[in-house]
């Protein structure tokens, strides 16, 4: 079965980093559409960036301070988060679109502090 099992996040201060990543089994990793989405407080859930093949499309707000880059030997997708800001606090998830289906990574909590 699909599985997405994500890592990294955790705390920093405004202006810092931190990096995300996500290791895929179950499925032909390097097929699939790959996201990450986040879960800030009082907002829905907000796509932060997503790439199939050669085609990458980030949210507004992520642009020039969110990479993605995925490593399909590894089964893995990353995201650098750099020049953070209180407002990038939140719940991010990895997801995997595969055989027209979506499935979510657990979530990793991102808290920036000002």
């Known amino acids: 079965q699909v599985q997405l099992v994500q890592s990294g996040g955790g705390s920093v201060q405004s202006g810092g980093s931190l990096r995300l990543s996500c290791t895929g089994s179950g499925f032909i990793f390097s097929h699939a559409g790959m996201s990450w989405y986040r879960e800030v407080p009082g907002k829905q859930r907000e796509l932060v960036v997503g790439?199939?093949?050669?085609?990458?499309r980030y949210g507004d707000s992520m642009k020039g301070r969110f990479t993605i880059s995925r490593d399909n030997a590894k089964n893995t997708v990353s995201l650098q988060m750099n020049s953070l800001k209180p407002e990038d606090t939140g719940v991010y998830y990895c997801?995997?679109?595969?055989?027209?289906?979506?499935?979510w990574g657990q979530g990793t909590q991102v808290t920036v502090s000002s």
């Open positions: 997801w995997a679109y595969v055989s027209q289906k979506g499935f």
């Open positions: 790439n199939i093949g050669d085609t990458t």
